[in-house]
């Protein structure tokens, strides 16, 4: 079947050359060095294909934010931060979540949702809070935007208990009932509640009942508390769901010995959990009681990909009393992940960069995603030469393909105005 469009000329992450790429029905359909004839049916120019010109611009997969909170974003307006901290973040977020609305949770996520669409994002998970304050709010919004924006971006819903389960009897009922209305994945993040443990089994019994993924907030807080990890990975391999676990945050791996971080990263492999790191948020929160010689707290995923394990880069917070900065743009939080855990090579930008797409796309669940023939025909062409300089500057200009259609076009108008010079 003839190619949708063909896109000629255009460098790929991990070949040499330039290469003409054939996209049909939404797939990736054949994918050759430009110069070749191997293949004339898929490759070779065809009358009723459109033709994208690279320019001997890098083609990526698209980009794939794995965690991302859509119903707190853009909050910073009705509350700056006083402190800066976590407590007051939990605090005055649960405040504001007492004046949501589904227009006004809808109002914000749009905005991010679009912002997202021409950054490159084509796939997206948002945790949905679900509590006896925010209630079904969060997800009555949000559903809806799943179906609305298709046609950029692939949205997964995760239903999340925030604010604790068992200290909070109601909010296992709703979790129930989020779920029933159309939540694709579950999670929570255990730290928060008075019992941990049965917090996560709680999570693990509504993932049994709906055969849905499970996803956490884990181990987030610089204290001296032990790890949930051992437990979680137990409960994995107990309830047979190997592959289906991801754990956000993770900070608490940073302060492990290489010899431990080693153990543990045998018992992710083995139990095919995904950890994905944030590093915008847990740099801003993490080590604030250190006085000097402060510690990064980002997970060292690097280290973890080392041994084999499933590892990511997220957003998480956009404008908010857990991280007062950002836009939405992943691939800057990946120059940041870049910059924060020393990957400097680059051997090192294509794995950083492979965290940001693909397994990315892996650790929530997406298997046909990357620059494979018969993978989805999801793509982002950057205005860069090379994966080192996509990770090293997060180029402004791109142009975002979904299912095999240009979707967002983002182009630099830049213009100078020197001086004349005077002619003596």
């Not at 402060?294 to 957003?315: D, F, K, M, S, Y």
């Not at 992940?337 to 929530?364: D, F, N, P, S």
């Not at 997060?394 to 299912?403: F, G, L, N, Y």
Request: aromatic fraction near 4%; charge should be negative; charged fraction near 20%.
């Amino acid at each position: 079947m003839p190619p949708d469009l063909q896109i000629v000329n255009a460098r790929l992450p991990d070949r040499d050359g330039l290469w003409t790429v054939a996209l049909s029905q939404g797939k990736i359909a054949a994918i050759a060095p430009a110069d070749s004839l191997a293949n004339p049916a898929a490759i070779a120019p065809q009358e009723s294909a459109a033709t994208l010109d690279a320019n001997a611009c890098l083609l990526i997969p698209g980009l794939v934010d794995g965690h991302i909170h859509l119903d707190k974003a853009l909050l910073l307006d009705r509350h700056p931060a006083q402190l800066g901290t976590f407590a007051e973040a939990m605090a005055e977020t649960l405040r504001l979540k007492q004046g949501f609305t589904v227009a006004d949770i809808q109002a914000r996520a749009r905005q991010v949702l679009e912002r997202a669409i021409g950054f490159g994002i084509t796939a997206m998970r948002s945790h949905v809070e679900v509590d006896p304050t925010a209630g079904l709010r969060s997800l009555e919004a949000l559903l809806p935007l799943c179906e609305e924006y298709r046609w950029g971006l692939t949205l997964q819903l995760a239903v999340f208990a925030q604010e604790g389960i068992t200290q909070q009897p109601d909010t296992l009922p709703l979790l129930h009932q989020a779920m029933a209305l159309g939540g694709d994945v579950i999670g929570s993040a255990p730290y928060v509640d008075a019992d941990p443990k049965a917090n996560v089994q709680h999570i693990f019994d509504i993932a049994q009942e709906y055969d849905c993924d499970v996803d956490f907030h884990l181990d987030f807080l610089d204290d001296d508390e032990p790890l949930l990890l051992p437990f979680v990975i137990a409960e994995t391999q107990r309830r047979g769901w190997q592959g289906r676990v991801c754990l956000g945050h993770m900070t608490k791996l940073a302060g492990l010995s290489p010899a431990e971080l080693v153990d543990l990263a045998a018992a992710l492999r083995d139990a095919q959990i995904s950890i994905l790191a944030l590093p915008a948020s847990d740099l801003y929160m993490m080590a604030r009681q250190d006085t000097h010689n402060q510690r990064r707290g980002v997970a060292p995923i690097h280290r973890l990909a080392e041994q084999g394990v499933n590892v990511g880069v997220a957003t998480n917070n956009i404008l908010n009393l857990f991280t007062p900065f950002g836009d939405g743009d992943l691939l800057k939080i990946c120059t940041l992940l870049a910059q924060v855990l020393q990957l400097g090579t680059a051997a090192a930008h294509q794995r950083c960069l492979a965290m940001a797409t693909t397994q990315a796309a892996c650790a929530i669940g997406i298997v046909d995603h990357g620059l494979e023939v018969g993978h989805r025909a999801d793509l982002v062409l950057l205005k860069v030469g090379s994966v080192s300089e996509a990770v090293g500057a997060a180029p402004a200009q791109r142009t975002v393909i979904k299912a095999g259609r240009v979707v967002a076009q983002t182009r630099l108008d830049q213009q100078m105005f020197a001086p004349e010079q005077s002619v003596g």
